[in-house]
């Protein structure tokens, strides 16, 4: 869509500002896949430290995909409010896995209780 939005006359992808968000927002989104695919190895493997990286991954993962979703609605301006390009779902959606299986300041305290212990 930023290669189809204009702004003085130019698709706002052509802007440097425009063009750095999207490669941070990329590479959050790359960056929370590993750590994802860090967690779920460690779940199947049964490894002691499993529930805390699913933790901080559940948290990570929730927050950057929050962030990556917001600033796509952002790119989109007003039209990201519409449901016809359905970034105002994936917005709604997010919030809400922030808050279910555990909101993420429980997952803080389960990444800290287990840093912690003995």
């Given at each position: 869509y930023a290669?189809?939005r204009?702004?003085f ?16 927002m990329?590479?959050?989104l790359?960056?929370?896949?590993v ?6 190895g460690r779940?199947?493997?049964?490894t ?18 929050f ?21 105002e779902r994936?917005?709604r ?5 922030q808050?279910l ?9 389960i990444?800290?209780?287990?840093m912690?212990?003995?």
């Amino acid at each position: 869509y930023a290669k189809e939005r204009e702004q003085f006359g130019k698709a706002i992808a052509t802007f440097q500002n425009t063009a750095f968000k999207l490669a941070d927002m990329e590479t959050e989104l790359q960056a929370a896949r590993v750590m994802l695919y860090e967690a779920a190895g460690r779940l199947d493997g049964k490894t002691p430290d499993a529930t805390r990286w699913c933790a901080m991954a559940k948290r990570f993962v929730t927050d950057t995909a929050f962030k990556v979703a917001n600033d796509a609605l952002q790119i989109h301006g007003g039209y990201g409010y519409l449901a016809d390009y359905g970034v105002e779902r994936i917005v709604r959606d997010l919030r809400v896995h922030q808050i279910l299986e555990g909101t993420n300041e429980i997952m803080r305290v389960i990444i800290s209780r287990d840093m912690l212990k003995d």
